[in-house]
């Protein structure tokens, strides 16, 4: 096994290590154990994984990790396995679906999980996939920890560790996560405001955005030409998004 983290993430194709099941459980497993060893990390009051709590009068509760991705075919894949590393070093799951990165960092922050992780590989084509992983507070983590992570999944260390019984950890689905984001994006434009009478060309690839961004414009009152909202695990940005601009721009023009 070679490196695993990148200038963002892990990053491969789809079933090929490190983008594998096997190494995605590891990287669940690794985010989870390390939240044992950085505390920091979640700045949260959070049971080390797998050990009693210690004696105080402030309830404990055991760690929880978001889970988030794009609409690549593979993301099925590797959404099941990160979650069941992470189960299985005790931790808890929260899994919302498809939703944008910066969406995954925000509901990871509004729910006060100690970390988030989302599966995707950004502008590449549907067959490749990548994992990121964020902190408590939406942001990428401290390099020392990415490296510790990184060290985990490459090593054996991680299997003296293994919670049994109640210390299992447990993965929670929520449908809301879209309704949720859209409301803070929405709160971001000023109140004095609004977009009626715009005609806005959209383009959202084919992927994780394709609920939401429509949405937002046509709830501030814009007209919105919608391009890129139907996603079937292959077609993410094929021959659309951020590599060929000139499919939405030849829609604003035909639409006017």
């Known amino acids: 096994m070679g490196k695993l983290f990148g200038t963002d993430g892990v990053r491969g194709l789809a079933n090929e290590f490190p983008m594998n099941g096997e190494t995605a459980m590891a990287v669940g497993r690794a985010v989870a154990y390390a939240l044992r060893n950085f505390p920091a990390v979640s700045n949260r009051a959070s049971m080390p994984l797998g050990l009693k709590p210690l004696e105080?009068?402030?309830p404990v509760r055991r760690a929880r990790i978001v889970v988030g991705k794009d609409t690549r075919l593979s993301g099925y894949m590797i959404e099941m396995a990160l979650a069941s590393g992470i189960c299985s070093m005790g931790a808890d799951v929260i899994l919302i679906g498809p939703l944008s990165t910066p969406g995954v960092a925000f509901v990871t922050q509004s729910?006060?999980?100690d970390a988030g992780i989302m599966i995707s590989a950004s502008h590449n084509p549907y067959h490749d996939n990548g994992i990121k992983v964020f902190s408590a507070d939406g942001y990428k983590l401290p390099d020392e920890v990415e490296a510790e992570i990184e060290r985990l999944v490459l090593t054996k260390e991680m299997d003296k560790?293994?919670?049994t019984g109640d210390l299992v950890g447990k993965a929670f689905r929520i449908d809301d996560s879209a309704g949720r984001y859209l409301v803070f994006l929405k709160a971001l434009f000023?109140?004095?405001?609004d977009l009626l009478g715009m005609r806005i060309a959209l383009d959202c690839a084919n992927g994780a955005a394709y609920k939401v961004a429509p949405l937002v414009f046509e709830e501030l009152g814009a007209e919105v030409i919608k391009k890129g909202v139907s996603p079937s695990g292959l077609n993410i940005n094929d021959k659309c998004g951020a590599l060929y601009p000139e499919a939405i721009a030849g829609a604003a023009v035909a639409s006017g």
């Open 56 to 58: 105080s009068s402030k």
């Open 161 to 163: 560790f293994r919670p």
């Open 111 to 113: 729910m006060r999980a």
């Open 190 to 193: 000023p109140k004095d405001l």
